[in-house]
């Protein structure tokens, strides 16, 4: 009873549900021809791989284009401890017997949904095996634990993000696997894009600040690879954005959104602080 | 002309003028020269009087006899003196002590030479003092008497007056008798020194300095002499400003951030004491001075050098340009294949100076202005710095007044000096920097400038743009894109090559080259144009450059602890790894076969203490599988009626607590030595201690390596790999341990470090590092002090704790317990007392260690 009054609050929803008409799509700027290729991979069900740094958009562009097909999206974080059985499922005691409890997957693989693994080689290497089946011409998913085979629906998708640089090289996925997948690239987006998205995603912020925002952020870019493992993501300058909005002076929303976050070491964090202070000249204020 | 002596010795006047003349005539009979000087200072000295006439010249006699040299002294300065001082007396009881040591004639001359101005300076009472200490010097060496009589005493007194003589010479002679140290080589660098350390650093820098020159004259001569970096370095750890080279990191994080620009930093060679410290560059680095203003100015002074690459001041096509323009021909390249401006200069002869600041005054406003659009606040930051900074006094505030208009100028967006103006056209490049630097040039308000004032014409962060030969650049319009791909090199550091290279070069090779001496920023350029242009080469003077100390720069530096200063000293020890080539592959197998015993009993042992690898986790509360076990007993709780928690799942994870090991065993020449307490030579037990070690942990499987270190002074500390953390135990290891052999000293801590460095590549959890030693930490260059390495070793210590590693050492030195607690801490040391029992005790402790 009470799950189904929080179901009709919006609190609690199910894993898949088909996107509501209310809002309409998230906001996705396209960078290039990314829309398209994905339509025509979903068109194909072929799975789908999707390339780029972090905060560069992945998810929001996945959100966007699933809501724009109107099918139900199932996103699964991975993480070192993420084992197949947490994607598969696995029995449970309930009562006297045990039940078995379908994972994300194979709910997705039963019911139709885009099932989005995201940052895939974070979890442990047998989880990578377990969707092979998915990715070529028998769209199977094998249930081990109970002698099962299950096909899937014909609107099932399956969809990995994959952060290249960032892992080391003993965390890569392997050329097996990688090749299975229809590859979409994905980068921080150009000046005039970026600003856009900044503009929008803070808010309203004046067209002068996010200027100097973006401006400011795509230079220190330019640190990445020297000391600094993540560059200053779109969405870092979203959020500073929004911290300007917020009524954060600009430098203190550029330390809190794109330097501490970032970085512990202080040599980058002076050089940070160099480019930010930069733009944003101490005399203005919030 | 009262200063008529009233000593006992005044005689009525007539007999004191016969004196004289007996006197004279004595001098007459035996030196013409004597006879002649003294009548010639004669006259100067009778106003004061017939009795100090006749003293005057009885002691110019007696020192005549006493060394000639001397007396001629005495005699030639004596009339300026009198003349000066208006008084004999006080000079001439001062100069007769000089008597009393055989050879003090070039002490007396300085002494004589000096005795005026000293009086006119500091009144009597000073000059009395200032000629005491001296004398003091003479009765301690003479050598060192002359170097401080033959000093200005201006400089000694460092513009103090009498104080600042007292504090200079006081810590000289508190060494001369602790360590020998002479003066005349403390006077070489003490007055700068005392300048940037202040009174009391004084000591503590002038004590190393006789630490070093105990163990080698010519390093602890370039130490006083400021040519040593050692001294430097202390010296400029004193500075206060903002040191680049503490920040390299930052300055080349900024550049690249701003231009895309990885530009290498190095270090110039400018010197404390040389005038205002610049940022020059070669085109390919950029030389930062050790210590600047400001962090402020040094990160104008790194965006401001960058622009002169970016928009081509030294590209090679603009050079050509400006030959062609002045109708002549570049030079050949130099033998490092740079270019140099110096003969466009040359036709401006002695106003050179005057010419080059303003060039480079339209030439900085050039890229400077092109520069402001990439970097939003490079602008405001100049302008901000240069208004701090405020008016130079004399000449060359009228430069830097202009120069900040035009700034400012540019900065608000003002109308700019029209002749500066075309500089600021999207099309100007050098040549038309060149140009308008020519128009103000024929500007006679600017006013003639010295080469000792050019440097203060100049805004902060700015500096001369043509000191040193620069490698041709190829045009590059702004991007600095490709300056990565230029050299391969370490980002993190700034790069060990130091700026000066010239003076390793022979001397006549470096007479040849013209622009041999192009390096030093300040150099005694004379202004009559002679030695500028390409003409006839003529010998260069290479600067106080005889002789110099070279460091060695090519190791890994490591800090070390100073407890005299209670500080660290950075990059002071430099550490070479070094593979230890001895290998004795057949006294291994006589190790292994005489120790066979020990290794099987060892062996035994040790397959107990093999770690648990992938240990199953039961009765988790999550985890892969279900734990049968636990699942039974929960449902049968539950079915009893009890409410048991869910811990039912199994997880597999390794357990066992990874150990690693580092062994590291002091290698100095101790170890050759017979143990009181033993058979044979330290060095046997000790390799075989490390071959039991060796074998033994290799059948537990833990990760360990053995490695051995010594030292020759503070920039030599060989560490040897005998084994390494990835590498197998094989023979090669073996025979390498085989050949373990002593020598040098023990510098433990900088090995400590080395060893640290080690381990942050191991993950294990914990870190196990066992020194391995025979004596106290000791090196040449430790002044006998003890206690310095001491306590070195104990902060190494420390810094091991905190980097996570648990420290340990086994001694052989029965006497261990006296040092050992204050270093390593109670219950962190062990001492052997049988040298034989060394290699069945150290797997032992390790295994012990490791529970």
Redesign the interface.
């Known amino acids: 009873m009470k799950n189904l009054i929080n179901r009709i609050r919006g609190v609690e929803r199910d894993v898949i549900e088909k996107p509501g008409d209310a809002g309409g799509a998230p906001f996705y700027k396209p960078q290039g021809d990314e829309i398209e290729i994905f339509q025509a991979a979903y068109s194909k069900r072929l799975p789908v791989m999707l390339k780029g740094p972090t905060g560069c958009g992945k998810t929001r562009f996945l959100e966007h284009v699933a809501h724009t097909l109107g099918q139900p999206l199932v996103t699964v974080s991975c993480h070192e401890d993420l084992?197949s059985?947490d994607l598969v499922g696995r029995?449970l005691?309930e009562g006297?017997e045990t039940v078995w409890q379908d994972g994300p997957l194979t709910r997705s693989v039963k019911e139709g949904a885009i099932c989005y693994l995201d940052e895939i080689v974070e979890a442990r290497t047998d989880t990578t095996v377990v969707i092979h089946p998915l990715t070529d011409h028998r769209r199977q998913l094998p249930l081990d634990k109970k002698s099962q085979i299950i096909d899937a629906h014909e609107d099932f998708m399956l969809v990995i993000s994959y952060n290249p640089g960032y892992q080391t090289v003993l965390k890569d996925l392997k050329p097996s696997t990688k090749q299975r997948f229809v590859g979409i690239h994905f980068d921080y987006p150009a000046e005039d894009v970026e600003r856009e998205i900044v503009a929008k995603e803070s808010g309203g912020l004046d067209a002068d600040r996010v200027e100097?925002l973006v401006a400011a952020g795509r230079?220190?870019r330019?640190?990445k690879d020297?000391?600094l493992e993540e560059a200053t993501s779109t969405r870092a300058l979203a959020y500073a954005g929004e911290l300007m909005q917020a009524g954060l002076s600009p430098r203190v929303a550029c330390r809190a959104a794109m330097i501490a976050p970032i970085t512990d070491d202080p040599?980058?964090i002076?050089?940070?602080e160099?480019?930010f202070?930069?733009?944003f000249?101490e005399s203005e204020a919030a | 002309m009262s200063d008529i002596a009233t000593n006992g010795g005044a005689k009525p006047e007539a007999e004191e003028l016969v004196e004289i003349e007996e006197i004279l005539q004595h001098l007459e009979d035996i030196s013409f020269v004597a006879h002649r000087d003294t009548k010639e200072a004669l006259p100067a000295i009778r106003p004061f009087g017939a009795t100090s006439a006749r003293r005057w010249i009885e002691t110019a006699r007696d020192l005549f006899f006493h060394d000639r040299e001397s007396g001629k002294s005495f005699m030639r300065h004596s009339a300026r003196l009198a003349e000066h001082m208006q008084t004999v007396e006080l000079w001439l009881e001062q100069a007769a002590r000089f008597k009393e040591w055989v050879n003090s004639n070039y002490a007396l001359e300085g002494f004589m030479a000096q005795a005026d101005r000293v009086y006119d300076a500091w009144g009597e009472a000073g000059e009395r003092e200032w000629a005491e200490i001296g004398l003091r010097w003479c009765a301690r060496s003479l050598p060192d008497a002359r170097a401080y009589f033959e000093t200005d005493f201006e400089k000694l007194a460092g513009g103090r007056g009498i104080d600042g003589l007292r504090a200079l010479i006081e810590p000289a002679e508190t060494l001369f008798d602790e360590r020998g140290l002479t003066l005349d080589a403390y006077l070489e660098g003490a007055p700068i020194a005392r300048n940037l350390v202040g009174d009391q650093g004084l000591l503590s820098w002038a004590r190393r300095g006789a630490d070093l020159l105990k163990a080698g004259r010519s390093r602890g001569e370039a130490y006083f002499r400021l040519e040593s970096d050692e001294s430097l370095k202390l010296l400029l750890e004193a500075l206060p400003g903002f040191r680049p080279r503490m920040h390299g990191r930052f300055l080349r994080l900024v550049l690249m951030a701003w231009l895309d620009a990885d530009i290498p930093l190095a270090d110039s060679s400018w010197k404390p004491g040389e005038g205002r410290p610049m940022l020059e560059t070669d085109g390919r680095r950029l030389f930062m001075p050790a210590v600047m203003d400001s962090r402020e100015e040094a990160i104008v002074a790194t965006q401001h050098a960058a622009a002169h690459l970016a928009f081509d001041t030294y590209a090679h096509s603009e050079v050509e340009r400006l030959f062609a323009r002045a109708g002549a021909e570049h030079p050949p390249l130099d033998d490092k294949s740079r270019i140099t401006w110096r003969p466009l200069f040359a036709p401006f002869e002695a106003r050179m100076f005057r010419f080059q600041v303003l060039f480079d005054l339209a030439e900085d406003l050039r890229v400077n202005a092109r520069l402001a659009p990439r970097i939003p606040n490079f602008l405001p930051r100049l302008v901000a710095l240069a208004e701090v900074h405020g008016r130079p006094e004399g000449v060359a505030g009228v430069y830097f007044d202009f120069a900040l208009k035009a700034h400012q100028a540019l900065l608000r967006d003002e109308p700019q000096d029209p002749r500066l103006a075309r500089v600021l056209e999207p099309d100007a490049d050098v040549v038309t920097a060149w140009a308008v630097g020519e128009e103000l040039f024929a500007d006679e308000a600017f006013p003639e400038i010295t080469i000792e004032d050019r440097a203060e014409a100049y805004l902060p962060g700015l500096s001369l743009n043509q000191s040193l030969p620069v490698y041709p650049q190829r045009k590059r319009d702004g991007s600095l894109a490709d300056f990565r791909d230029h050299e391969a090199h370490d980002e993190h550091k700034f790069e060990h090559q130091k700026q000066e290279e010239q003076p390793q070069q022979a001397p006549e090779q470096a007479q040849k080259d013209p622009d041999a001496d192009i390096q030093t920023p300040q150099q005694e350029t004379s202004g009559t144009g002679g030695r500028i242009g390409t003409g006839i080469p003529q010998p260069a003077q290479v600067a106080k450059r005889a002789a110099p100390y070279t460091p060695k720069k090519d190791g890994i530096p490591y800090p070390e602890w100073d407890y005299r200063e209670q500080r660290y000293i950075s990059d002071w020890v430099n550490l070479y790894e070094r593979v230890l080539d001895d290998e004795d592959p057949e006294r291994a197998a006589t190790i292994l076969s005489e120790n066979a015993d020990t290794l099987k009993r060892l062996t035994r042992g040790l397959e107990m203490q093999r770690p648990m690898r992938l240990a199953p986790l039961r009765k988790q509360l999550d985890g892969d599988e279900l734990d049968t076990e636990a699942v039974i007993d929960y449902i049968a709780d539950k079915k009893a009626g009890l409410s048991p928690k869910a811990f039912i799942y199994r997880r597999r994870a390794v357990q066992h607590r990874d150990t690693a090991v580092l062994m590291l065993a002091d290698m100095s020449t101790s170890i050759m030595a017979r143990h009181p307490g033993g058979q044979g030579k330290i060095v046997d037990r000790v390799r075989e201690g490390m071959m039991l070690f060796a074998e033994a942990i290799e059948k537990v499987g833990d990760p360990y390596a053995i490695s051995g270190f010594a030292s020759k002074q503070r920039d030599q500390v060989n560490y040897y790999w005998l084994k390494d953390f990835n590498e197998d135990l094989n023979d090669t290891v073996r025979a390498r341990i085989a050949g373990v052999s002593g020598r040098l000293a023990s510098r433990m801590g900088a090995g400590i470090r080395h060893s640290l460095e080690a381990f942050r590549r191991s993950s294990a959890q914990r870190r196990l590092l066992l020194i391995l030693s025979d004596g106290r930490p000791a090196d040449y260059d430790d002044g006998g002090d003890q206690r310095y390495l001491h306590e070195d070793t104990r902060m190494a210590m420390k810094e091991a704790v905190d980097a996570g590693v648990h420290p340990f050492c086994i001694t052989l030195d029965p006497s261990g317990s006296e040092y050992l607690p204050a270093i390593f801490g109670p219950g962190h040391y062990t001492i052997i007392d049988h040298v034989d029992e060394l290699p069945r005790r150290l797997p032992e402790i390790y295994l012990r260690l490791r529970q």
């Open positions: 084992t059985s029995f005691l006297e100097k230079k220190a330019a640190l020297h000391g040599e980058l002076q050089a940070l160099e480019i202070d930069a733009h000249p």
